[in-house]
């Protein structure tokens, strides 16, 4: 994902409570629906002892919208009452990017 | 990590080469490392398909600084030699920030 900047991230960093029914097609179902939201540019996630989930946007306008979107919403309210024992969320604003792709011989 | 905003973060996001002989060793001492720096503010990392590793400094002069630190130059040039089939890396501008944590029962 290259994107010309400035652009948003939210960078989401999560540690999941022992109850995860649910989470993970709630999360491909998330997934789905940002990528059909205005303004939507790409996500790119990991996790391991922490999971950390970065998506990335046009403008501050579209991360409040996402933010602000009903089935999202109620993934959130899920989020905090069942599956994340904690989580950080960051507004940041993409300053420079570079990239590096290994040359096949 | 809670720290004033605005802040900085580097996102660092990559895909590993098969060749990772001493990757880990590094992975820990560049860690330590940044510890040590002017204006380190923390990092979190997790690593599934691909491997995100986000620093956070209180300016941009301090991202500059790590990023010339001489041990730090040796580790980036044996990263694109050896141990990364790509990587991006994104400066960003943090914000705001929410944070949740579970209250205990």
Redesign the interface.
Known sequence: MISPQPYY?V?F?STQ?ENTIGYSEMATQMEHLAQQQAGYLGM?????????T?SYWKTEADILNWKNNLEHLKAQHLG?KTW???????????????????HED
């Open positions: 991230a960078i960093i409570s790119d996630h990991a996790r391991s002892a922490i999971g950390i970065i905090k994340y024992n904690s989580y950080s969320i960051r507004i940041c604003k993409v300053e420079r990017e570079y990239h590096f792709k290994r």
